[in-house]
């Protein structure tokens, strides 16, 4: 079965300065990959999503990016943090083909101050 | 419009069921979910439930679907104190890899 690593845990972040975290899965190829963002107290927010190397589909307009450099590693950026960017981040992994299933890290709580 | 909407509380003692509900736009989604989130954590899938289905039954836990309603409820039987979590229900919409989340629903259980 498949393993998320997600890190770090935690980040505080300066407003202005760049972001790069890292997801990275263990035990399946070719995965579907999301980031999703979870505000406090709200429910996810899909950011962006994968289902190849280099392919990527952004969902919502943000200075955030992302990259799919390997087959199983996931990268979410930004090159100047805003406030609104601090929240709960989510990496997750989709099994794809029929019986799809989505299986999630265990997030980076990011706080921009 | 995607849009999957959630009661957000639900309160209950323990030992009594816990039915949480949950209503859908996707009428052609393949595949209904139920995650289980505790605080500072990643979500975990509980069960799912085929689109062909109309219940699931997993243990403690059952899922209904009505399809014509939209409507996905999870009841957990014999409540716990270690059920108290953020329940999201998802679907995925079709011809996409779009998983479409719940705003979620906060169950406390009451000793």
């Known amino acids: 079965s498949q393993t998320i690593h997600q890190w770090p845990a935690t980040l505080v972040q300066p407003v202005g300065s760049p972001l790069s975290l890292e997801c990275t899965v263990e035990g399946t190829s070719n995965p579907n990959l999301y980031w999703y963002r979870q505000a406090a107290g709200r429910g996810l927010q899909l950011l962006f999503y994968?289902?190849?190397?280099?392919?990527i589909s952004s969902e919502v307009p943000q200075n955030l990016s992302a990259s799919r450099p390997q087959d199983r590693q996931f990268i979410l950026s930004s090159k100047k943090l805003l406030l609104s960017d601090s929240g709960f981040y989510l990496c997750?992994?989709?099994?794809?083909?029929?019986?799809?299933?989505?299986?999630f890290g265990s997030g980076t709580q990011l706080s921009v101050l | 419009g995607e849009d999957v909407e959630q009661s957000l509380f639900l309160s209950v003692r323990e030992g009594d069921s816990s039915v949480i509900n949950c209503t859908y736009t996707?009428?052609?989604?393949?595949?209904l979910y139920w995650y289980k989130q505790e605080p500072g954590a990643g979500l975990q899938l509980l069960t799912y439930i085929f689109s062909n289905m109309d219940m699931k039954q997993d243990q403690r836990l059952t899922v209904l679907l009505n399809k014509k309603d939209k409507h996905l409820s999870l009841r957990i039987a014999d409540t716990q104190t270690g059920d108290s979590a953020i329940y999201f229900c998802?679907?995925?919409?079709?011809?996409?890899?779009?998983?479409?989340f719940g705003t979620g629903t906060r169950l406390k259980v009451l000793a």
């Open positions: 994968s289902v190849g190397i280099g392919q």
């Open positions: 997750a992994c989709g099994t794809g083909g029929v019986n799809e299933k989505l299986f």
């Open positions: 998802a679907e995925m919409a079709s011809g996409t890899y779009k998983y479409i």
């Open positions: 996707d009428s052609s989604s393949t595949y």
